[in-house]
């Protein structure tokens, strides 16, 4: 080895090889160096300094953002170096809440491990004397700021990853902190419910929601009958909890597992990934041959879909339509099934086990709930199912396999690989060769749609048109296509997103995976459940014909559109505070909405809310009027627009707001 490519680790003589840094170095050599904001997919950092080293001649530097020279001699583990790491451990934990047994990553904590690692025993500084508040606002998540050790990773992972950005630092000094803008929930910002930031947080400032309370309330009512539906990246991911290696198939044991918990019945989410792909196709070739609303977007990412509703209004009409496996399991349950087997919907409870931590989010939306009875009652990541087996004292690895249910229990190879970047895309080429020539295709595997890379493309002969198709996985990479689209420079038919770093196998909900290699040996498990199932084509599935035959006649029929297809909403505002104006305690009141939003404030809305406020108060009944500004009733071309309780009135000028009280407002007060 010659000397002057090489470097000095704790005087072993080390070859550079083009490691953009000194951390990357020593990894390579058996050395871990603690860190708690370096992730090799996100920007370099430098702020949490547990990565120091001492090079000569140089002192303590952060081996993160120092590239090694060659003639470097380092030193990872000299007494300088131990002192500096334990004092900023020292320093993280006097600052941090130390309620470790009730919090959801004990055991998983990075600064827990690494305090324990240095024999960090004593805290010299002393305690944050101000508890800041919770954040229990959204669906998915539980953000905790007297945990957060400012390391900017979630901040980082948000804006670069994902391309949002709903997290930054704020304040300064010892009052720093990580929120959203002007300190707003998370519900209240355009935060997608993806949950990557909890997945690279090292300890509990932002963590899953855990809802293993609510399932076991579920599981002990005796009046309810309690199902279970299992997501197909479960199933290469639950192991790792139990100490099994990544991407091992451990699907019997997942269904023995439920079972042992006291789940009724245990089906399988990819029977409806296949009847996704069967939807999902009909509607892409309807498409294609009237030459309309393309490309065509996925639709089984509740995250991207989120996303697009913020960011990509224009698009929501090239969104495909369908719900996602999730939801169409649901549905199926509740409006068909349920008849089935003489049973209420209400009496049937629909458990999810996911990787995802958007499917929480989607599964409370009200236009997946029939009657005020949702079609998922309760979503479950697969740490929190993790959590529901060791609380019950189950030894996963020495479980026996056992099978799924019927009829919710037979699947194909197209409806598992909808676990992976890639996968949604392909069960779709599988499917569309057929259906346009009523040929089966001979190329089962499309390897061009596989991989890990950030932007995925392939071109598809069917029935001599080609048919482009691209895949993305992570939301900016999902914003920079979209931005090529709108400007001419990408032509695709068929685009697949997932919000998610390599797709549902990387979900937030999932183990946390501490490198992308764990995530891709997932992915080669996915390959491996297709390769082993005994169909791998959606449209061979014998139970989803039986589906049609029984109860949704053919795809895209009336029926179909019922149970299995949705909508979308334009979600561009954040939501803002109102300002309450006249507000009333009385029980049968009428409630009005004055948008005050740019658009409608430059329409005239304000001279119309005096105006509402004058007549509001010269009635006889005023202590029944709840009057109140908003900020975006989203009909921003119409206005100015008001809302009176769930009626929405547009073009209410000055001129015409005593009319609209009127007609409108004064007959609902007598």
């Known amino acids: 080895m010659e000397q002057k490519n090489a470097v000095y680790i704790d005087g072993q003589l080390v070859e550079l090889n083009g490691e953009k840094n000194i951390l990357e170095l020593t990894r390579k050599i058996g050395i871990e160096i603690p860190t708690f904001c370096y992730h090799s997919e996100l920007s370099l950092y430098g702020a949490c300094r547990m990565c120091v080293v001492e090079v000569e001649g140089r002192g303590i530097m952060a081996s993160c953002s120092t590239p090694p020279a060659p003639g470097m001699k380092i030193l990872t583990n000299s007494p300088r170096v131990q002192r500096v790491r334990r004092t900023v451990l020292e320093l993280l934990l006097a600052n941090h809440d130390r309620e470790c047994t009730t919090c959801d990553r004990n055991g998983s904590c990075k600064l827990q491990e690494l305090a324990n690692r240095f024999g960090v025993k004593k805290i010299r500084f002393g305690e944050r004397d101000v508890k800041l508040p919770l954040d229990h606002s959204s669906h998915s998540l539980v953000r905790d700021p007297n945990k957060c050790i400012l390391c900017g990773d979630c901040v980082r992972m948000c804006a670069e990853v994902q391309g949002i950005g709903v997290l930054d630092f704020a304040g300064r000094g010892s009052k720093t902190v990580v929120t959203p803008a002007f300190h707003k929930n998370l519900a209240d910002v355009d935060c997608v419910n993806c949950g990557q930031c909890s997945a690279v947080c090292p300890t509990g400032a932002i963590v899953v929601k855990d809802e293993t309370d609510r399932a076991w309330a579920f599981i002990h009512n005796p009046e309810k009958l309690v199902v279970v539906q299992v997501a197909p990246a479960v199933r290469v991911a639950l192991g790792e909890e139990f100490g099994l290696p990544a991407g091992e198939i451990v699907t019997g044991k997942v269904v023995a597992a439920l079972k042992r918990l006291g789940f009724d019945k245990v089906f399988d989410t990819s029977i409806a990934a296949d009847l996704t792909v069967i939807e999902e196709t009909h509607e892409f070739i309807q498409r294609l041959q009237n030459g309309e609303r393309l490309p065509q977007f996925t639709s089984c990412c509740p995250a991207w879909v989120k996303f697009a509703e913020h960011n ?125 020539t009523g040929k089966p295709i001979d190329q089962i595997n499309f390897e061009a749609v596989r991989g890990f890379a950030h932007r995925k493309e392939a071109t598809v002969e069917i029935a001599g048109q080609q048919i482009k198709v691209a895949v993305v996985h992570g939301l900016a990479n999902a914003k920079t296509l979209l931005q090529e689209i709108k400007e001419g420079k990408a032509d695709y038919q068929i685009v697949e997103v997932m919000a998610c770093p390599g797709g549902c196998v990387g979900g937030a909900g999932q183990p946390i995976a501490p490198t992308m290699e764990t ?69 049968d009141t009428v409630d009005i909405a004055v948008c005050v939003g740019t658009c409608c404030y430059l329409n005239g809305s304000y001279d119309t809310l005096q105006k509402l406020m004058k007549l509001a108060t010269a009635t006889d009944v005023k202590d029944r009027i709840n009057l109140h500004a908003t900020f975006c009733l989203e009909q921003c071309e119409q206005g100015p627009v008001i809302k009176v309780d769930d009626e929405i009135i547009n073009g209410v000028t000055p001129d015409t707001v005593e009319k609209v009280f009127a007609e409108k407002i004064r007959p609902k007060l007598g």
């Open 519 to 587: 995530k891709k040996e997932r992915a080669k498990g996915i390959y491996n459940a297709d390769k082993l199932s005994q169909l791998r084509k959606a449209q061979d599935n014998p139970v989803v014909t039986k589906f049609y035959d029984q109860w949704l006649a053919k795809p895209n029929s009336a029926a179909a559109h019922e149970a299995l297809h949705t909508s979308y909403s334009n979600r561009g505002r954040i939501n803002g505070e109102e300002i309450e104006l006249l507000t009333s305690k009385q029980p």
């Open 312 to 436: 990509g209004v224009e698009y929501l009409k090239n969104l495909s339509s369908c719900r996602s496996p999730q939801q169409m399991f649901g549905s199926l349950v509740k409006k068909y099934w349920a008849k089935e087997i003489g049973k209420k919907p209400e009496d049937i409870i629909v458990v999810s086990i996911m990787p995802c931590t958007a499917k929480k989010y989607e599964a409370a939306l009200p236009q997946f709930a029939t009657g005020g009875i949702p079609d998922v009652d309760l979503v479950l990541t697969t740490q929190e199912l993790a959590r529901m087996i060791r609380e019950a004292g189950l030894v996963f690895d020495q479980l026996d396999v056992e099978s799924f249910d019927t009829p919710f229990g037979f699947t194909t190879g197209a409806g598992v690989i909808f676990g992976t970047t890639g996968g949604v895309a392909e069960a779709v080429l599988r499917a569309a060769h057929e259906f346009v």
